[in-house]
Antibody, heavy 119, light 107 residues
Framework: EVQLVESGGGLVQPGGSLRLSCAASGFTVSNNYMSWVRQAPGKGLEWVSIIYTGGSTYYADSVKARFTISRDNSRNTLYLQMNSLRAEDTAVYYC?????????????WGQGTLVTVSS | DIQMTQSPSTLSASVGDRVTITCQASQSISSWLAWYQQKPGKAPNLLIYKTSILESGVPSRFSGSGSGTEFTLTISSLQPDDFATYYCQQYSAYPLTFGGGTKVEIK
């Protein structure tokens, strides 16, 4: 059974940093396109970033140059390093993927981790 | 960036109704469109990809159609479990973008 488990969320002040983790089981992070998708409270879904199997990365304009997606193959874990956080980054952050394809759609989702940016 | 516009934003319907949700792309995305269902407090669930291909395990009352810039999600006979929010997502180009969502409510 595939499981994606996010962690690392919490309360952070504007301008601060946070690193989110997404630990995978029953699923190999390095063999699949892995994304982060976020959802602000009461709002819709917003794609944040993706990392390809080959290591290429893409970002939403709203987080470019502030967020960095990466993975640790030995730990089978996906990360999102978030710097220079703003109030508008407040959201539940999900890691998401779909195995067996290079198509950036999302079948597997974690339970989400809440990031709150506030003073 | 490709903007995805869903309509309506809210839809009131009864069990057994036929329901149609529309998603319009700001430029052609060919057939690179997916649909998701989300219930409160839960992660989204992938229903359809490449406009009309049902994900495994998704009931056949769900169907998708369209191409280019106009797409629809149809629920042929609304069931109690279908009351939720639905999102379209284009994956023709980066950044990937979602529609604003359509909340299907009980009439």
């Amino acid at each position: 059974e595939v499981q994606l488990v996010e962690s690392g969320g919490g309360l952070v002040q504007p301008g601060g940093s946070l690193r989110l983790s997404c630990a995978a089981s029953g699923f190999t992070v390095s063999n699949n396109y892995m994304s982060w998708v976020r959802q602000a409270p009461g709002k819709g879904l917003e794609w944040v970033s993706i990392i390809y199997t080959g290591g290429s990365t893409y970002y939403a304009d709203s987080v470019k140059a502030r967020f960095t997606i990466s993975r640790d193959n030995s730990r089978n874990t996906l990360y999102l390093q978030m710097n220079s956080l703003r109030a508008e980054d407040t959201a539940v952050y999900y890691c998401a993927s779909r195995s067996g394809t290079t198509t950036p759609i999302f079948f597997y989702w974690g339970q989400g981790t809440l990031v709150t940016v506030s003073s | 960036d490709i903007q995805m516009t869903q309509s309506p934003s809210t839809l009131s319907a009864s069990v057994g109704d036929r329901v149609t949700i529309t998603c319009q792309a700001s430029q052609s995305i060919s057939s690179w469109l997916a649909w998701y269902q989300q219930k409160p407090g839960k992660a989204p669930n992938l229903l359809i990809y490449k406009t009309s291909i049902l994900e495994s395990g998704v009931p056949s009352r769900f169907s998708g159609s369209g191409s280019g810039t106009e797409f629809t999600l149809t629920i042929s006979s609304l069931q109690p479990d279908d009351f939720a929010t639905y999102y379209c997502q284009q994956y023709s180009a980066y950044p990937l973008t979602f529609g604003g969502g359509t909340k299907v409510e009980i009439k």
